[in-house]
């Protein structure tokens, strides 16, 4: 069960576009259309802001966005804003019948 | 109001035990698979253990397999983890969490606020 791998940070201007990027195998990305992004801010709880590969919830801007291809996964954030300054997490189920989470990405608005 | 509500969390010895509980209200509790999810401080998330809605099948990290035990009573609307033998390793922030669908495969959708266990001497 070894962590997703997620870069440890990335930054951008506001205004810009940056895409964080989640690599598993092919036992948990590779076989399953069910990589999930969560955006944790300090101190609060983890949100759901992509599912299945490619499904924005409800309610979360249209400037997330993610894909999937082979077994690494990507979240691109466009226009980028002061708010979006977070901790990224991707997830995926695996073939053990599990969940396994990537390392988690500090994004920096400069 | 949708919430989930953790407790039971606290400081604890090395090697002792602890319950963790987790009150889900204002959904249909037996209708979703639920989840434990936990962040060492200063730390990214790790999966804990998964449960169905009927509690049927069942999943664990390898780093808790053996020692930690979930279980749900629908009918309190109710999540728990059972944690044995503690090790400083497992001092986090336990989150519970509501899978999306009926079984673990989903993604997660609801998160609690968290409870703190913290195992030391």
């Known amino acids: 069960q070894s962590a997703l791998t997620q870069p440890a940070s990335v930054s951008g201007s506001p205004g810009q576009s940056i895409t964080i990027s989640c690599t598993g195998t092919?036992?948990?990305?590779?076989?399953?259309?069910?990589v999930s992004w969560y955006q944790q801010h300090p101190g609060k709880a983890p949100k759901l802001m992509i599912y299945e590969g490619s499904n924005r919830p409800s309610g979360v801007s249209n400037r997330f966005s993610g894909s999937e291809s082979g077994n690494t996964a990507s979240l691109t954030i466009s226009g980028l804003q002061a708010e979006d300054e977070a901790n990224y997490y991707c997830s995926s189920y695996t073939s053990s019948s599990t969940v396994v989470f990537g390392g988690g990405t500090k994004l920096t608005v400069l | 109001e949708v919430q989930l509500v953790e407790s039971g969390g606290g400081l604890v010895q090395p090697g002792r035990s602890l319950r963790l509980s987790c009150a889900a209200s204002?959904?249909?509790?037996?209708?979703?698979?639920m989840h434990w999810v936990r962040q060492a401080p200063g730390k990214g998330l790790e999966w804990v253990s998964g449960i169905s809605w009927n509690g049927g099948s069942t999943g664990y990290a390898d780093s808790v397999k053996g020692r930690f035990t979930i279980s749900r009573d629908n009918a309190k609307n109710s999540l728990y983890v059972q944690m044995n033998s503690l090790r400083a390793e497992d001092t986090a922030l336990y989150y519970c969490a509501r899978g999306n669908t009926y079984g673990i495969r989903g993604y997660v959708d609801l998160w609690g606020r968290g409870t703190l266990v913290t195992v030391s001497a």
């Open positions: 092919s036992s948990d990305i590779g076989s399953y259309n069910l």
């Open positions: 204002g959904f249909t509790f037996e209708d979703y698979a």
